[in-house]
């Protein structure tokens, strides 16, 4: 792991999960089982309570993005999760410091689990990318 130890720019980690967790969706959406997809969403349930309660939710975060990464059925994509934790920490520090941060997490949250509930591989993609994209615009990006 001695990519994660790298100390990266916010703004290069949200780059590289921009390449790689719109597709994680995708194919999530399309491959996952059904007990991969429920666990997926109730994870995602749980966020949005800790963002309610305003709870620390990096734990919950990683696990919700791990179990889309083992959903794709891609050895490769889960040897690759630890070095997007370092971005979602990162990027979980950074938004619970912004209200409207929060809030879109919310609504972009509840978009992505509305696709993979229905299978709809590319409306996930979709919704992971402007998830990322949305964080990008309104943190402060070093």
Request: glycine share 4%; hydrophobic share 40%; no cysteine.
């Amino acid at each position: 792991s001695s990519l994660a130890s790298v100390k990266v720019k916010a703004k290069d980690l949200y780059e590289m999960r921009l390449i790689f967790e719109p597709e994680a969706a995708y194919y999530a959406a399309q491959r996952g089982t059904e007990e991969e997809i429920q666990r997926i969403l109730a994870l995602g349930a749980e966020i949005e309570e800790r963002i309610r309660q305003k709870k620390d939710r990096t734990k919950v975060e990683q696990a919700f993005h791990k179990s889309i990464a083992r959903a794709t059925h891609n050895e490769f994509m889960n040897q690759l999760m630890p070095v997007i934790y370092e971005g979602i920490n990162k990027g979980v520090r950074l938004s619970q410091a912004y209200e409207e941060v929060e809030q879109a997490t919310l609504i972009e949250h509840r978009m992505l689990m509305d696709f993979l509930k229905s299978r709809n591989a590319e409306g996930a993609r979709n919704a992971m990318r402007i998830h990322i994209l949305h964080a990008m615009e309104q943190l402060p990006m070093e």
